[in-house]
């Protein structure tokens, strides 16, 4: 439904901050971008969303964006919802005024129930007469992505959506992205800095390192392979000195688990089957979107380890011997 061909941006003419961009997104799918300041993440929300107009093409629907100006880019735009990262409510209309906004400056009908229909969707019912100096944080995202699905559109960009919001809060604002996702069938594009919020979410993620796509695919592809990436550009992922191993006299192993496999005594079974002694060093087991990942570097004794690990390697996502 989205299809970014060979898109370049450059905001001076000289120096390119967007470089040979290529992905897809298919209908419904959601996907998260994330990178370091200065990444590029804002200037590809602005190209995707022909705010800067960049080369290259962005198919929409198979209509190519970058093609279109003046009346039939209005029109399409309609099919483009936008919550921005400081929520760019007008503070002198209240909650059912700003998310009426849309529909009533594209002369649309059944403007009321619409309205009430979303505020009703994101929970603010008891709010609908409030202005949004009146509204906490969390509430303030929430008319936000009102006013950008009121429209019924078929992609959903969501810039920063919970960078400033609490634990608590962040929470409830992802599932009601997942809600609307599910419900509307709208393919939703989350640009964040927040690991959190893309293992918790997303299906892709696209991974922008200086203007260009470093990694595109799966969110479970990238946690399991890109350790070294994550450890060295965001956080420590795996909260664990390599360097203790040196001292260990067993083999040592890392184990990534994706999916259901991650509840099963499968280690402790196939262990027993080969005698091998195992002592776990590290283990990690996070909620994903789609299916439980679990990480866990062990080590192993005993003589059947060869055979251990052959057997093991067959139910585990991904082994390595360290
Ligand atoms: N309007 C502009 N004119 C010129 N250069 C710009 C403009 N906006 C952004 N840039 C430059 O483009 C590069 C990418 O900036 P961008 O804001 O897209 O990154 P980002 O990943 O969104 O960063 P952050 O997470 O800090 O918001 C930076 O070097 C920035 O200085």
New binding site residues.
């Given amino acids: 439904m989205l299809e970014v061909k060979n898109l370049n941006l450059t ?2 003419g000289l120096n390119y ?1 967007l470089k040979d961009i290529n992905f897809n997104i298919k209908k419904g799918e959601i996907v998260g971008i994330i ?10 929300l602005r190209a995707l969303t022909l705010l800067k107009r960049p080369e290259g093409k962005i198919l929409f629907n198979n209509i190519d964006l970058t093609s279109l100006s003046g009346r039939d880019l209005r029109k399409i735009r309609k099919k483009i919802g936008v919550a921005f990262q400081h929520y760019n409510l007008l503070s002198r209309k209240n909650v059912f005024d700003n998310i009426a906004l849309p529909l009533i400056l594209n002369k649309e009908r059944n403007i009321e129930k619409r309205v009430i229909d979303i505020i009703k969707k994101i929970g603010l019912d008891h709010r609908i007469k409030a202005f949004p100096s009146q509204l906490s944080g969390g509430e303030k995202q929430r008319v936000s992505i009102a006013r950008a699905i009121v429209s019924n559109p078929d992609i959903l960009f969501l810039d920063e959506p919970t960078s400033a919001l609490d634990p608590k809060t962040t929470e409830k604002i992802l599932e009601l992205i997942l809600k609307i996702n599910i419900e509307m069938a709208i393919s939703t594009i989350i ?1 964040t ?1 927040e690991m959190d919020v893309i293992k918790r979410i997303c299906d892709k993620i696209l991974y ?1 390192k200086n ?1 260009r796509v470093y990694y595109y695919g799966e969110v479970y592809k990238f946690f399991s392979e890109f350790e070294n990436e994550l450890n060295n550009e965001f956080y420590k992922d795996v909260n664990f000195n390599y360097n203790k191993l040196k001292e260990r006299t067993g083999k040592i192993i890392k184990i990534i688990f994706y999916g259901n496999n991650v509840e099963k005594p499968i280690l402790y079974n196939i262990a027993k089957k080969y005698n091998i002694t195992f002592n776990i060093l590290y283990g990690k087991i996070e909620e994903f979107k789609n299916a439980p990942f679990g990480k866990l570097i062990i080590e192993i004794e005993g003589n059947g380890a060869k055979e251990f690990i052959y057997d093991l390697q067959k139910h585990v996502y991904s082994l390595e011997v360290l």
């Fill in positions: 905001y001076d901050i990178g370091l300041s200065g990444a590029g993440k804002s200037s590809l640009i800095h922008l203007g």
